[in-house]
């Protein structure tokens, strides 16, 4: 089980405010979007359920516990890939496990082949796309122990066709295993595209704007882009992040 | 191989010109041979004197080798120790630049009257050469390991030491192999200098000799030798180095 509540979550740095009253939850198996402007402090809601900053009020709690500032319980995706350059693709992905105990390597061999990184095992981060980097970053988030997933623009550095490949990639695993995911983004498109709810971030200090529920059927295809609903949802939204 | 000779051929013939001028000037304008020998006179000196000197050159090879890895023992602790314990670093950090600022010459006749004749001073000498190359580039190293791995270890759970052991001591090694090559060279001069404290092997003592007894081919012979063992110990790490150093793009990785 992994369900994320946070409640009334605020942030300074300094004398500006970054998130102001932050409501958030995230329900077992649901894919919830945040999305918001640049800058507006999608990461720093990561780096507060992370542990690695403490917030100035409010509480995380994850599964009931209050994590506030405690590192190690969610499954992180940073926005950069993060792996380590000396280490293999294998050896990468099976990093976040291996800071618990032994990691399983032989799933780590079948994520990979699912992943299309069976030619890359052996490989270094510096010999692959950056798509694939990405993938694999992501193969590491779900190899790690912690079951809740939070995934910060994995697809905001990919050009527009690598990154609808992606979406419709990360679709396919996430349908199989059904971990709850927090994801990032200021596209869109791929919001509506991948999740159940987007909660919508205004600008600085940081608030739930306004809360969509998507209820296109799954599993999703990419058609599902081209039909009026979607296209009306993306307005809808657009508006609201323009302020109209 | 090819590509070796591709990048070889340029210095070697550079080193050819000078030679040929060097002996023809001596041979033109007869410079005796006490004043400066022909490289010829030095290459026979070289090859015939092997059976007098080749005692020298092993131990000093063998003093060498011990100091350089004391050196670098002690360089990497300190490093590793600065590095973990920020207080510590600021408290000791300005006494070990100024450690490098002590005259070797002032400090060395010192040591002996501190511990003797034996091997002690001698192995003193050539750590406190070669450490400092190491610990400096090796604490600059860990200092610039990539937040954003460092953040990534942190969300993941990763306990300090954990952050240490698999992210900031691999991170560093190509800063330490910098500072070991340095150290390399560095430590080959420090037994040669500290050799010249007393004792009666190396090519320190050599060296001594024969400019005492004017036999300038032979300090030349010394000099060829110290090159060579400097040449052969920096070939020797950039080895370890290719060995070491696990993929192409060592350090960070680019942005993609
Ligand atoms: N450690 C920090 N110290 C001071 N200010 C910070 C820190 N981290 C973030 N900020 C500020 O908080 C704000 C939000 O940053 P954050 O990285 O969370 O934005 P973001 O929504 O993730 O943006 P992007 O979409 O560009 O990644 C920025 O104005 C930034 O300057
Ligand atoms: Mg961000």
New binding site residues.
Partial sequence: MSVLDIQSLTKD??P?T?LQGLNLHVAEGEFVSLL?P???????VFHLIGGLLQPNHGTIYLDGENINGQTGSISYMP?SPSLFPWRTIIENVILGAELFGKPDKEKAKQMLQRAGLGDYIDAYPAELSGGMRQRAAFVRSLLSPQSFICLD?PFSALDEFTRVDMQKWLLSIWEEERPSVLF?T?NIEEAIFLSDRILVLSE?PANVMEEINVTFDRPRSEDVMLTNDFIAMKKQIYQTLRGE | MKNWFHQAWRPALVMFVILVGWEFACRMFQVPSWLLPTPTEIGVEIVQGWRDYHHHVLSTVHLTLVGFVIGVSVGIMVAVMLHLLPKVHQAVYPLMILSQNIPIIVLAPLLVTWFGFDDLPKLIIITLVCFFPIAVNMIDGLKRTDQDLIHYMKMAGAQKRQIFTKLEFPYSLPSMFSGLKISATYSVMGAVISEWLGGNRGIGVYMTLASSSFRTDRVFVAIFIIMVLCMVFFGLILLAEKLLIRSQSSGKEDQS
């Fill in positions: 740095f300094g500006q970054v918001g640049s800058g507006s402090g999608k990461s720093t926005q623009e990032v200021h600085k």
